[in-house]
């Protein structure tokens, strides 16, 4: 049985750091890692995309304040420099070449 399970999230101050990591496990051969974000009454969005080549994409929001990483079948998600419209449920999802799979999520909020 496939499961993701996201940890680091929590309440920051606008400024602040968080590190966000999702582990995988049932699962190998993963293509891509991305993490979400889903604010309330807004869509998810795409926060940042990983390829098992190491090729990144960011949302223009997050350009230079976030990272996202991978190693083994954990991903990471290191964001620096937040603000309050950061805060949302980050989720992370795995994609193999047949399926793709979700964390649960967890909570982020900046204060301002």
């Known amino acids: 049985q496939v499961q993701l399970v996201e940890s680091g999230g929590g309440l920051v101050q606008a400024g602040g750091s968080l590190r966000l990591s999702c582990a995988a496990s049932g699962i190998s051969s993963i293509n891509t890692m991305a993490w979400y974000r889903q604010a309330p009454e807004r869509q998810r969005e795409l926060v940042a995309r990983?390829?098992?080549?190491?090729n990144t994409n960011y949302a223009d929001s997050v350009k230079g304040r976030f990272a996202i990483s991978r190693h083994g079948t954990n991903a990471y998600l290191q964001m620096n420099g937040l603000k309050p419209e950061d805060t949302a449920v980050y989720s992370c999802?795995?994609?193999?070449?047949?399926?793709?799979?979700w964390g649960q999520g967890t909570q982020v909020t900046v204060s301002s």
């Open positions: 990983i390829t098992s080549g190491g």
């Open positions: 999802r795995f994609d193999t070449y047949y399926n793709g799979f």
